[in-house]
């Protein structure tokens, strides 16, 4: 069952095995952003136009868009003729980025937050260096790949491929 509120929740699977997830915010602020990336060079988006178009709520949207308008990574222009549209390019705002803005804290674990922390282990367990190993891993990767990479268009076998080439699912 997924956790309804942290950073990256996680599920428990039949062999027991736990997946990371990133928030439903992340994932609308993503699709929000490569949506605005589509738009021809001077054209504008609005939330109800991306909310239909990816069947979301225009609510969640609305939080969405605010929180990326006040960081700066898209302009928003009140009034007839208005809309969305990035406020940079594409090439330059990377997954990461986004990423560390919408994830509050990347708690992948209680440990790392010492206000929450209650593990009874903590002092001499080596997972947690282990766990920040891994995200910080997480994010060098996202780091590597832009907007632009994410909203390229194209054969879609292409990304199939590469899925199955780096394994879609934790053994």
Known sequence: MSSPIGVLSYRTCRNSVFAMQLTQFSDFSLRVLIYLVRLPETGMATIPEIADYYRISRNHLVKVVNKLANSGLIVTVRG??????????????????????????????ECFDPSA???????????????????????????????????????????????????????
């Open 117 to 171: 922390n209650r593990c009874r282990i903590d002092q001499g367990c080596f997972l947690k260096a282990i766990l920040y190993e891994a995200r910080k891993d997480f994010l060098a990767a996202l780091d590597r790949h832009t907007l632009a990479d994410a909203a390229r268009t194209g054969d879609l076998s292409e990304v199939g491929d590469r899925v199955a080439a780096l394994g879609s699912t934790i053994e």
């Open 80 to 109: 007839k003729g208005g809309g969305l549209r990035l406020a940079q390019p594409a090439d330059t705002i990377t997954i990461a980025q986004v990423i560390r803005l919408t994830e509050p804290n990347m708690n992948l674990v």
